[in-house]
Every structure is written in C-alpha cells, then in structure tokens.
C-alpha cells in the first residue's frame, strides 16, 4: 500500500518514473528498518505471536496515517509504457500487466540470488533457522533482522508501486493483496521463492477463470478456497518439503 | 584465560548458580561435573552471553560480562550449547560457512578451503555428505558437524555442553578422539559431560558443582576414583 501511496504522490508532484521508483523503494525500505530498529528489537521477551500482533498493528497505523494523508479516494496512476496494450499470440491485454510480469520475474530473481548465492544471504537463511546458533558463531542476528526487514520493505514497495496502474492507489489495498500472496505462498509451499511464484500464478489464473465462468463477486473466494484445498491435501505446499528430521 | 568471579544466576526469583569462581589457564581442559540440575549448564550459558548474570567473566585480561553473545564469540570463543547449532536447512557445506562468516573477511575463500580441508581430516563423515541438507544427517552426525562448526573458527577456547549427549559408543569414542586432538593443539576446553569417567581422563581440572556451588576442585587425577564420582552423582 506505502508504496503504491508514495508512488502516486512522486508522480502528482512530476518526479521521473524511474526516480520515483527509486525513492519510494528506499523510503519504504528504510521504514521497514526503523520499524525494527524502534518496534520490534525492543519488544520485551518477543514470541512469534506477540511480534505478528505488533506488526499487524503497526500495518493499521501506517494504513490510518495514509488515509489521513492521501484520503479515502483511490487515485489513479498512469501506466509506466507508453503504450496502452500489447499483444501476444492475439491475446491483447494492458502493458501494465507486462511492467508487472518482468517486475516480478526480476525481483524473484534478486531474492534468489542474495539468498542461495551471496554468503550474506546464507546468513540471513541461517538466523532464520537457528537464530542462537548465529549469534554463537559471532553473526549479529540484530543486524541480519535490520536487512531483512529493509529488503521486505523494499521488495513491498517495488511490487506496490508496479501494481497501482492496475488496482489504483488507496490507503487499504495492500491488505488483501497481502493475505493473496499470503495464500500464494501457502499454495506454491512457505519458504520457496519458486513455489510463491507458481503459486501465485495458480491463484490468479484461477480467479480470472472463476471470473469468467462463474462470477466475479466470488473472485476474491478463490484464492483462499484454493489454500484451503491445498492445505488438506499437501500442507506443504506444491514445491514445499516435509520437515524430515533425523535424530 | 577464563577468569569466573562470584558468577550467580537467578531464573526468575529461583536461584539457579551461586558464588561460583572458575578458573582456566592457557591449553587446559577443565570439566565441570554435578548431578542433574546441579547448575553446570547455566555456567556455560552464563559465559557465553546467552543469559544474565551477576558476577564477573574475565576473558585473556578482557571483562566479558556484560557483551553480547556475538561479541563474546568474536573474541575467540567457541560455545557448543546443548541442542545442536545446526541450521537444518542448509547443507553441510552452508553450514560449516556460516560458522566460519566472520572470519571470511580477515581468512577470505583461501582461509575457508584450507579450513575445510583441516577439518575434513578428521570429520570424514561430512565430507561424504557435504552437499546434503544437515536436517538429513543423524543425531550423532548433526552433533559432530556442531562441533565442526566450532573449530572451523579457529576458536581460542571451545565450551562444550555435553557433547555426547544421545551419540553411539562408536562416536563417543571419535568425540573424545577429537579433544584429545583439541588437548595436544593447545586448545583451551572447558567441557559439561554426563560421560564422566572418560571426561575426566581427558581432563586436567575438574569443578564439582552441587545445588548451584562449588563444593569441590581439583586436579583431574584426584576425581579419578569411582568414589568421588558417585558422591558427584548420588550424593552422599
């Protein structure tokens, strides 16, 4: 949602497409690092849950603080490409969804990256497992937390900000969004950045089909119908693996 | 080396180590033996930086007290807790390189191979599954990778929290190979082990802990009697 919000307002106030970008990405990114730095490091004896509560919380406020700011109004945000559509194999459909599309591609292929073949990443997979173990080989897991925290926030951002053309920007679209790439990951198996992709891929093409051929007032149903089924048949996701533990 | 001044920990209001003053020297190996409950791995978890503590903890001349559980570990100390510092989702490989992370920048990818290589001589297993998931390892071979993963870091003093726990008679036996192997490189050890006889064989000093004190040190050789370990272990 910030990100889809801060883009509309870089762009109102003619600042370049690719600028824009830019600083909404930073911008978001350094406030998903304050928010660990001021919110989350300081929780006192922190559990998983009490951390979701806050940072559910923080979410109302920032998406309360937007609404202040931008309104209630969706505004609209103009396509990045200077055309309006494009076709393939006589499917014609809106170059916003291309930006989309190899946005996508490109950031999956960023966090691919960082995490299998970076050491930083390694670590950053490390502390997520085994948090301790980190820390006694000497790897500042707040520092580690911080990143992760930035990367989110940009990686949010970045998809906020190609997505708005499409869905207009407004102080709560990030909710639902949210709880689809929540399902998307659920489907496509919770860790795997191909699994989210594919999974996300299933999620749309289904909702589009349902739109189609049912009704669109149940699109929204689908994706978490989809989950559902999913979680009943294979819990781990279509590329997630049981947890095989040896001892 | 490893200076402990009246270390006293509380959980909660309960007390859990009292008063307890530790001492090791440069290349000993110093095991500290008690009953269940007895506070010994409280004392590790205390100088690691893990928990809080009242007290002193004095590294090579350095208060260590209050730093944090990395930048104790960055002076140079290994600590092997109880229950594994793998990251089961990573291969073996993974992670025996997050362990060595902090010293790439000094040690860089030359450092890591030789360090790989060093370790490797003596951790065989791994080698053969060094591009497996650590999850798919046994118990046993999880508990040697940790060990591994501790002396990757070239540490100047290894704390081992026992290391035996739920391993075979056969890797018991490698385990203890390699702190005699420890013993001869001049490695500092300070070791918690259930496994007491063969404990304090390798052993040049031994705490005896009850009820969260010290109630008995000395050199290894005189707790080298079945005696003294079965007062450690059923009172009396």
Redesign the interface.
């Known amino acids: 949602m910030l990100g889809g919000m801060l883009q509309f307002y870089f762009i109102s106030i003619h600042v370049p497409l690719v600028a824009s970008l830019f600083l909404v990405s930073l911008i978001v990114g350094f406030l998903g690092y304050a928010i660990h730095f001021v919110f989350v490091k300081n929780t006192k004896n922190p559990t998983e849950l009490s951390l979701i509560i806050l940072t559910i919380g923080l979410a109302m406020v920032i998406r309360g603080t937007a609404m202040l700011i931008f309104g209630k109004n969706a505004h609209s945000v103009g396509q990045f490409l200077p055309f309006e559509s494009v076709t393939v194999f006589g499917l014609t459909f809106s170059s916003q969804y291309l930006v989309v599309l190899v946005g996508a591609l490109i950031l999956a292929g960023l966090l691919f990256y960082v995490l299998n073949l970076t050491n930083f990443g390694k670590v950053m997979l490390a502390a997520s497992q085994n948090p301790l173990a980190c820390s006694i080989f000497g790897i500042d897991v707040e520092i580690v937390k911080s990143v992760s925290f930035f990367l989110s926030g940009f990686l949010g951002a970045v998809g906020g900000s190609i997505i708005v053309p499409i869905s207009f920007a407004k102080y709560n679209i990030g909710l639902m969004m949210g709880l689809k790439g929540f399902s998307a990951s659920v489907v496509g198996g919770f860790g795997n950045n191909i699994g989210a992709i594919v999974g996300g891929l299933i999620i749309g093409i289904s909702e589009s089909l349902s739109a189609g051929y049912i009704s669109s007032s149940y699109k929204d149903a689908v994706a978490f119908f989809i989950m559902i089924i999913v979680l009943f048949i294979k819990p781990s996701g279509i590329f997630g693996s049981k947890d095989v533990e040896r001892v | 080396m490893l200076k402990v001044e009246n270390l006293t920990v509380y959980y909660g209001k309960a007390l859990a180590v009292k008063d307890v003053t530790i001492e090791i020297k440069k290349g000993e190996i110093c095991a500290v033996i008690g009953s269940n409950g007895a506070g010994k791995t409280t004392i590790l978890n205390a100088i690691?930086g893990?928990i809080g503590k009242d007290g002193k903890v004095v590294f090579e001349n350095r208060d260590i007290t209050n730093l944090?559980?990395?930048e104790i570990?960055?002076l140079g100390i290994?600590?092997?807790?109880d229950g594994?510092?793998?990251?089961?989702?990573?291969t073996v490989f993974?992670?025996l390189?997050?362990?060595y992370?902090?010293k790439?920048k000094t040690g860089g990818e030359v450092g890591f191979q030789q360090k790989l290589s060093g370790i490797f001589e003596h951790f065989t297993n791994l080698k053969e599954k060094i591009k497996l998931k650590a999850?798919?390892?046994?118990?046993g071979e999880?508990q040697m990778l940790s060990i591994a993963?501790s002396l990757i870091?070239e540490p100047k003093l290894v704390i081992l929290d026992e290391p035996s726990a739920?391993l075979s008679p056969k890797l018991v036996k490698d385990l203890f190979n390699i702190i005699t192997f420890m013993k001869k490189n001049r490695l500092t050890v300070l070791i918690v082990e259930q496994n007491v006889n063969k404990t304090i064989k390798v052993a040049d000093k031994v705490y005896f802990l009850k009820n969260g004190k010290i109630v008995d040190f000395g050199k290894a050789e005189d707790f080298r009697d079945d005696r003294v370990i079965k007062k450690a272990y059923f009172g009396g």
């Open positions: 690691a893990v944090d559980t990395h570990a960055n290994a600590y092997l807790p594994k510092t793998v990251f089961k989702e990573l993974d992670n390189r997050v362990a992370y902090k790439l999850g798919f390892l046994s118990g999880q993963q870091r739920g």
